[in-house]
């Protein structure tokens, strides 16, 4: 994460309000270079593939059953940790001016505190509700259904952003969900067979669509407080942290407060899971920058990315034996990576409106 942070950081405005400018001072690039949008959109597609094997093998093959809610929480201090350091990082190691800059940010500005409660408390409905979702469903019911989050980003972008697609890479944002759907089917198939999922299938096909909205409008809510004003990416995420803390404590207390009086938060708590409570708070904080230097629509591309890497990690380590579907979805989701356009366009602002015309700048 460091090099990337690190990039992040200096790319960063500081929180002062002028644009253009890095954190030390001197002028900023105007925009991020492609190799650093791949590095980030490749680390991302790393992490989300090896975070998702391991939270449904965690959920569904070990033994003790962990509370998800607890993990929710544990991921949310974990990524506050790591932004707190990355912030003091910025700061040269001046813990007074770290805190200056918060207590600017969070007790000096209410109302912006206020705004990012909404993407934060949202974001904790869907880490709740995937959960729920893995925890009910068989693997291919749970993959293909959460994949209408692609779809589902791409129209609230264009509503709630005034995001303009071209025909060209609308259809590349249906070709990618066809072919991870596809690609699901044969990975999630081989998946359901061992893991013998017993719940209740009304409860997980709910969650898991209340998901799927949460993720698309948590998405796009965030990149516009994000794009919409020069409050710092590192301030914006302790603010979210903030409240996601909270409202993880909710549903630790609302869902398994009686379960972890009687047998400790930490309850089930194998070297693994921990693992997975690493990926989520990266894999979070990678999704941050992403949003940042690209958008969602991008982050959703390398999302569909790691779905396949991981089939291939299946193939290849766990002797997971594919068809022509896999190779067809396969083959569908790197067709439209191509249509939609590598991360060329700078996304990293808002659209303008020019001449009565919607543009990106
Ligand atoms: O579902 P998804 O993302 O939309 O979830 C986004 C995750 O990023 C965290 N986040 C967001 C903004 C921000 N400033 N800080 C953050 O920590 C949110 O808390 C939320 O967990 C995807 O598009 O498919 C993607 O999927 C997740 C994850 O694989 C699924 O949700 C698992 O069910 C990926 N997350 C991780 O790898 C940790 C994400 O990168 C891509």
């Known amino acids: 994460m460091a090099d990337s942070t690190k990039h992040a950081a200096a790319n960063s405005d500081s929180g002062s309000g002028e644009a253009g400018k890095a954190s030390d001072g001197s002028t900023k690039k105007e925009g991020a270079s492609v190799i650093f949008k791949l590095y980030c959109l490749a680390?991302?597609?790393?992490?989300?593939?090896?975070?998702?094997?391991?939270?449904?093998?965690?959920?569904?093959?070990?033994?003790?059953?962990?509370?998800?809610?607890?993990?929710?929480?544990?991921?949310?201090?974990?990524?506050?940790?790591?932004?707190?350091?990355?912030?003091?990082?910025?700061?040269?190691?001046?813990?007074?001016?770290v805190s200056q800059e918060l207590k600017g940010n969070i007790i000096g500005k209410p109302t912006e505190m206020l705004k990012m409660s909404v993407p934060s408390i949202v974001y904790a409905i869907q880490n709740n509700m995937t959960f729920i979702g893995l925890s009910n469903l068989d693997a291919a019911t749970y993959q293909v259904t959460y994949q209408m989050k692609i779809p589902c980003t791409a129209l609230l972008s264009v509503m709630m952003l005034g995001r303009s697609l071209g025909g060209m890479q609308w259809i590349a944002v249906f070709v990618l969900t066809g072919g991870v759907i596809l690609v699901q089917g044969i990975g999630g198939e081989a998946v359901s067979h061992t893991s013998g999922t017993d719940g209740n299938y009304v409860v997980g096909l709910t969650a898991l669509t209340i998901a799927v909205f949460c993720s698309g409008f948590a998405g796009v809510y965030f990149e516009k407080l994000l794009k919409g004003s020069d409050t710092s990416?590192?301030?914006?995420?302790?603010?979210m942290y903030s409240w996601g803390m909270l409202s993880a404590f909710m549903g630790v207390v609302m869902h398994d407060w009686q379960n972890v009086r009687e047998n400790g938060f930490l309850y089930g708590y194998t070297p693994l899971v921990w693992l997975v409570v690493l990926l989520g708070s990266g894999g979070g904080i990678y999704t941050s920058i992403v949003v940042k230097y690209t958008d969602n629509i991008m982050k959703g591309f390398a999302a569909a990315a790691a779905i396949v890497l991981s089939t291939i990690a299946s193939i290849m380590f766990m002797g997971l034996v594919v068809g022509w579907m896999f190779v067809l979805g396969a083959s569908l989701v790197i067709a439209a990576i191509f249509m939609y356009g590598l991360p060329k366009t700078n996304t990293e602002r808002l659209p303008t409106k020019k001449g009565g015309t919607t543009q990106n700048v």
């Open 43 to 97: 680390v991302l597609t790393v992490m989300a593939a090896s975070y998702t094997v391991l939270m449904r093998y965690t959920r569904t093959v070990e033994g003790v059953r962990y509370y998800s809610t607890t993990t929710v929480f544990v991921t949310e201090c974990a990524k506050m940790f790591f932004t707190l350091c990355i912030l003091l990082k910025e700061h040269k190691g001046s813990i007074r001016k």
């Open 233 to 239: 990416l590192w301030v914006r995420n302790v603010q």
